[in-house]
């Protein structure tokens, strides 16, 4: 006999409007309920006004709070670890789970959770493969690729992080849609103009977007794909809202949408 699927809950938050603190609160608040014995949970989730999210241990003194009222830009502590993240052009996704019996190590539930990512992407015509640990430190998080992150084509797409509580865990990361106008290199601060400018060419170089990869960039349509990534590649069904669109939409394995009229 067949082993039945384990049943997840789906947060759809595209259209719910949160400030960047508010965004944060509501990825602990999954992993409390999961704590508390409530379903796993995907939330997706977008950032608007865009926001700066700082790592949990990361020093407030790397922030340019000028710099980031200036372009409109909140700040934010992530419950995670890792380094300064923009967040705007991006799709946010968290994870909310019991620690898995059959992932015993974090290196091993990093694994478990990007099959699901390189799935959903894999539906999208996006081929990723899990990063190795490379690249320099700094205050920004995308000039490094850890081995929670994505790539593609040696260039940084997504970026994730993990935090344990009690016999829960929180997994979320950014899966970079498009650039803003600015980016995290304009946000922290740097010795000297030169060093900013050496900053940014290399976020620029290590970085690459859906768009920039000729892949859809609708959030609606990335969201569904990682859904259905979830489901395939971590053998979960998903149940609650549903992320395809306002009317029916699936997305198939060329990235090709039908139906319904797309959001975000």
Request: net charge neutral; proline share 6%; aromatic share 4%.
């Amino acid at each position: 006999m067949a082993r039945s699927r384990p049943t997840w809950r789906l947060v759809d938050d595209l259209l719910v409007p949160l400030s960047a603190a508010g965004q944060m609160a509501a990825d602990i608040r999954l992993l409390d309920e999961v704590g508390s014995g409530r379903l796993p949970a995907l939330r997706v989730y977008r950032w608007s006004p865009p926001a700066l999210s700082l790592g949990r241990f990361q020093a407030d003194t790397d922030v340019d709070v000028d710099a980031c009222r200036r372009h409109g830009v909140e700040v934010v502590r992530r419950p995670t670890g890792g380094r300064a993240l923009l967040h705007g052009g991006d799709l946010t996704y968290a994870v909310a789970m019991p620690l898995p019996a059959d992932a015993p190590s974090v290196d091993a539930r990093y694994r478990l959770l990007a099959a699901g990512l390189i799935a959903g992407l894999g539906r999208l015509g996006v081929e990723a493969e899990i990063a190795c640990h490379e690249g320099p430190t700094g205050p920004v998080c995308f000039t490094a690729q850890r081995g929670a992150d994505l790539r593609v084509g040696g260039r940084k797409l997504c970026g994730s992080a993990q935090v344990q509580r009690g016999q829960a865990l929180l997994q979320h990361g950014s899966i970079l849609l498009a650039r803003l106008p600015f980016d995290e290199t304009d946000l922290v601060h740097h010795a000297s103009p030169a060093e900013r400018a050496e900053a940014r060419a290399r976020l620029d170089s290590a970085t690459v977007t859906m768009g920039e990869l000729g892949a859809p960039t609708d959030p609606a349509v990335v969201a569904a794909a990682l859904v259905e990534g979830f489901e395939q590649a971590v053998g979960v069904r998903m149940t609650g809202s549903s992320v395809t669109c306002t009317a029916t939409c699936t997305v198939t394995e060329t990235g090709a949408r039908s139906g319904g009229r797309g959001r975000g």
